[in-house]
């Protein structure tokens, strides 16, 4: 698999989990303000900017601001799916 749909697949899937916990309009809001991520209303990513691994870590800042630790743990277990994307 295409290292940027891997990206893509991985930066949905937080949004989403986010969504559940923020609720969406926030965790939406979040995400569309790091610079090259694109995401519809609805939480669907269309772009991840040129360094997806960059936009990335700047979205999980964002939300680790808002929300801390609760946040990292909750999203170790998603990381784990992507082996070979070597995030944290």
């Known amino acids: 698999m295409d290292e940027k749909v891997q990206y893509v697949a991985l930066i949905s899937e937080i949004i989403k989990k986010q969504?559940?916990?923020l609720g969406p309009e926030i965790a939406i809001l979040k995400a569309r303000s790091?610079?090259?991520l694109v995401v519809d209303n609805d939480g669907t990513v269309?772009?991840?900017g040129d360094n997806p691994k960059e936009t990335l870590?700047?979205?999980v800042d964002q939300y680790v601001e808002l929300s801390g630790l609760i946040v990292k743990?909750?999203?170790g277990s998603i990381f784990a799916k992507?082996?070979?994307l070597n995030v944290k």
């Open 82 to 84: 992507y082996p070979d």
């Open 73 to 75: 743990n909750a999203l």
């Open 34 to 36: 790091v610079p090259g």
């Open 57 to 59: 870590q700047k979205l």
């Open 19 to 21: 969504s559940v916990i």
């Open 46 to 48: 269309s772009g991840v």
